[in-house]
């Protein structure tokens, strides 16, 4: 029975949300949802939020329709929507409703930061930018808006901008926690390490920070990236173990995240075993019918995360004939179409026909097409760099396809993953250790060498460490590989990456610097951390080319 005959819908309510706490959450959701029937418009909001509060989203989502059908024009329907769309990262119609809200509301701060939040998760950043100067100008809590203007300048690599927040908004918050996080942030960007581990025990010390939820919902992650941030400044420092130590517990705190849909990276490993159980060598007997014109074929960018792929994109980018993409899943939407429609993949690709394969190959192109910013008849690279493993569901597509594939020494690569805090999916999940990471990395290249032997791949190697030497040479060959003329501009990459609105990667501080060398061969400053995985990365330590460099 849920509910006595002398039960009020409040004591309902209160009930499910006690339940809610309890971790009875189907009890919980049945006690709300019973809760707001035939209620009134604020009672409705409630019982909605607190289904959001349990993750019922499609119930939550029911009970706000029936509350805009009572006041049609309230913004506070308009703002749960768009919170709850948020949650969901659906985040066009986070925008919509967000928008609304602030149509309807226009002097109430916090819904313009909360639209700025979603703006910055679609990399709209200048509209992020107008919409947290109005929240400033409508009254919002300043260090929140602050906080998040230096996020973004930092990001997308505005220092000049970073400097004018961090400033201002120090002088009105002095002992902000987030604040002092970016500014820890900018002195490591100015190679002063020993300034930003003086704002890193600020944050760390903040009295906002022991109080977790009163203020931000992101204050329990701020000990992980203070923990990222003090492993990068004690290794510029040459305290190597202390900044493993760092990352070690950055990694730690990061599998501790509560996530709607946690990753798992036995996933991950599952998805190579299965590749790897294919056999490919009449793979490309059939495919789809080749692009009338082959020169708009795409050019897939893969490799290993941390190998260099992001300094690559912003060389070919800067090609007047070529547009790199920041990393799209593109090719994830097919094989979770495969997966779900075709029996499965990888082995539902095998049975399909060549309508079958042109389908897909269309339904690829279309959205690559609607990525498209360049005028006129542009090739497109598609990088991502573990697309690596999709090489056969690419020469099914694309018979013509031709591959980048960057490389780094296995150490380096392996822990340079360990050292980044990358947002977690099933494959990212394998970095939060370096026997993971590793481990990841031979199942990966052991599935390479595979398609290697077993498919007629075009395929060009270009090693992170030679660009590092030579970036001219190694940029001729790559242009030369995809058969176009050689333009002087590709070798200013670093104006590429200025340009740029936001690069999607932990790379993003990087590619605006001139070519440096001292990432070159960090791995040797943590070898006895590494040395009980050396065996595992032995042999593709020969395999490409770093035997003579240990």
């Known amino acids: 029975m849920i509910q006595s005959s002398d039960e009020t819908p409040a004591a309902l309510l209160n009930r499910g949300i006690e339940m809610g706490e309890k971790g009875e959450l189907d009890k919980a959701a049945e006690l ?42 309230n913004f506070l329907t308009y703002s749960r929507l768009g919170a709850l769309f948020a949650e969901l990262e659906d985040f066009p119609l986070a925008v919509k409703n967000l928008e609304k809200a602030v149509e309807l509301n226009p002097g109430e701060g916090d819904l313009y930061y909360n639209l700025a939040l979603v703006y910055q998760s679609l990399s709209e950043n200048d509209k992020a930018i107008k919409a947290l100067e109005a929240a400033l100008e409508k009254g919002a809590r300043a260090f929140t808006v602050y906080g998040t203007l230096a996020r973004i300048y930092e990001q997308s690599n505005q220092i000049g901008k970073l400097e004018e927040v961090l400033e201002a908004g120090l002088k009105e918050c002095p002992d902000d926690p987030f604040l002092n996080f970016n500014s820890a942030v900018l002195e490591r960007r100015r190679d002063n390490p020993e300034k930003a581990l003086q704002r890193l025990e600020a944050c760390l010390n903040s009295a906002t920070l022991k109080k977790p939820g009163e203020e931000f919902q992101e204050l329990e992650d701020m000990e992980l990236l203070a923990s990222f941030e003090l492993g990068r400044n004690y290794d510029k420092l040459g305290e190597y173990d202390k900044a493993f130590g760092h990352f070690a517990k950055a990694n730690r705190l990061a599998a501790k995240i509560p996530s709607r849909n946690p990753p798992r990276k036995e996933q991950a490993l599952a998805n190579i075993t299965g590749l790897r159980q294919l056999d490919y060598t009449n793979w490309q007997n059939l495919t789809a019918d080749p692009l009338e014109n082959s020169n708009l074929t795409p050019v897939f960018l893969v490799g290993f995360p941390r190998s260099g792929t992001t300094l690559l994109h912003q060389i070919l980018d800067g090609h007047s004939n070529l547009e790199a993409l920041e990393e799209q899943p593109l090719l994830a939407a097919l094989t979770e179409y495969i997966s779900t429609q075709k029996g499965g993949f990888p082995a539902g690709l095998k049975d399909l026909d060549k309508a079958g394969l042109n389908q897909l190959r269309d339904s690829y192109m279309k959205g690559l097409n609607n990525l498209q910013t360049k005028p006129g008849k542009i090739r497109m690279v598609d990088k991502l760099p573990m697309n690596i493993i999709k ?129 070159r061969g960090r791995w ?13 990365l032995a042999p593709y330590i020969e395999e490409f080319g770093y035997g003579d460099q240990d």
């Open 32 to 73: 709300m949802t019973a809760a707001a029937k035939d209620q009134n418009y604020d009672f409705l909001i409630r019982a909605g939020a607190a289904l959001e509060g349990i993750k019922r989203f499609g119930k939550a989502q029911k009970i706000y329709s029936r509350a805009m059908k009572l006041k049609p024009g």
């Open 524 to 536: 040797q400053r943590y070898q006895k951390h590494l040395d009980p995985f050396l065996e595992r």
């Open 391 to 519: 090489a056969p569901l690419i020469v099914k597509l694309f018979p013509e396809a031709k591959f980048i594939l960057a490389l780094r020494h296995p150490c380096d690569c392996t822990l340079s993953c360990f050292m980044q805090n990358f947002d977690l999916n099933h494959a990212m999940m394998n970095f939060l250790s370096l026997e993971d990471a590793t481990h990841y990395y031979r199942e990966t290249f052991s599935l390479w060498l595979k398609y290697r032997r077993e498919m007629d791949l075009d395929v060009h190697m270009v090693r992170y460490e030679d660009v590092v030497e030579n970036l001219e040479r190694e940029a001729r060959a790559v242009i030369s590989f995809l058969g176009m003329e050689w333009q002087d501009q590709v070798l200013d990459y670093r104006q590429q990456a200025r340009e740029k609105k936001r690069i999607n990667t932990p790379s993003y501080h990087q590619v605006i610097k001139p070519i440096y060398q001292h990432a």
